[in-house]
Structures are given as structure tokens and as C-alpha cells.
Nanobody, 135 residues
């Protein structure tokens, strides 16, 4: 049974940092498109960052970011630990949301960012971890 388990959320003040982790259990981690999404109360889910996990290909480690987080968030992975990370710096109150990791096996990375951030493309989801940023 595949499980994605997020951790690392919490409450911080604006300007602070958090690192989210997503452990993938029972999941073949290689050749996957993995992403972080977030959803704030009353708002639609939005894609935040994506990464292709196949380190053996020319695509390996390619990353994709929403404009709202570029330069502040960094997505990374540890293939040996089957873990996805999201380093979040310079946090803003508008970053407050439940953050979810998502995964799907894909032989090559999605070509377009719009596809990366389309939730229906992903087969597996975690339960979410809450991030609250106060001003």
C-alpha cells in the first residue's frame, strides 16, 4: 500500500522558514513526477513546486515552481530515503495553507508547468501538513 506522509508544518512569523518533508512508503520512487500543492481555506488547490525524480536521466532533478514562490521555495529529493522536501524561506502570510505532496509514475517529466500543477495528473496524495504564517 502506497503512503505519502508529510511532516514539518507549523506556525512561524513572516520572514521565517520551514522545511516540509514527504516520505514515500511502499512506492517505487524512481521515474516519478512529484509535487507540492497547497490549499488555503476558501481557495482552490494550487501547485507550488514539482520535481522529476529519475536521477539517471537528463531530466533528473528538473524543478518547477509557481511564480508566487520562485526564489523563496526550493524543492529537493533524497532518493536513498525516498523523501521529498520543500524548503520554504521568506514566508509570507499568504503562504498559509495546508500543504500536500503528490506523486505519479511518469517515464519522462511533464512538458508543461500547467500539467505539473494539475492535481488530476497525480495518483497518490499525502494527508497534508498545516503551515501558518503570521504577520
Amino acid at each position: 500500500q502506497v503512503q505519502l506522509v508529510e511532516s514539518g508544518g507549523g506556525s512561524v512569523q513572516a520572514g521565517g522558514s520551514l522545511t516540509l518533508s514527504c516520505g514515500a512508503y511502499g512506492y517505487a520512487y524512481s521515474m516519478s513526477c512529484m509535487a507540492w500543492f497547497r490549499q488555503a481555506p476558501g481557495k482552490e488547490r494550487e501547485g507550488v513546486a514539482g520535481i522529476y525524480t529519475d536521477g539517471g536521466s537528463t531530466y533528473g532533478g528538473g524543478t518547477y515552481y509557481a511564480d508566487s514562490v520562485k526564489g523563496r521555495f526550493t524543492i529537493s529529493q533524497d532518493n536513498a530515503l525516498n523523501t521529498l522536501y520543500l524548503q520554504m524561506n521568506s514566508l509570507k502570510p499568504e503562504d498559509t495553507a495546508m500543504y500536500y505532496c503528490a506523486a505519479v509514475h511518469c517515464p519522462h517529466p511533464f512538458r508543461y508547468q500547467t500539467v505539473w500543477f494539475r492535481g488530476d495528473e497525480y495518483s497518490y496524495w499525502g494527508q497534508g501538513t498545516q503551515v501558518t504564517v503570521s504577520s
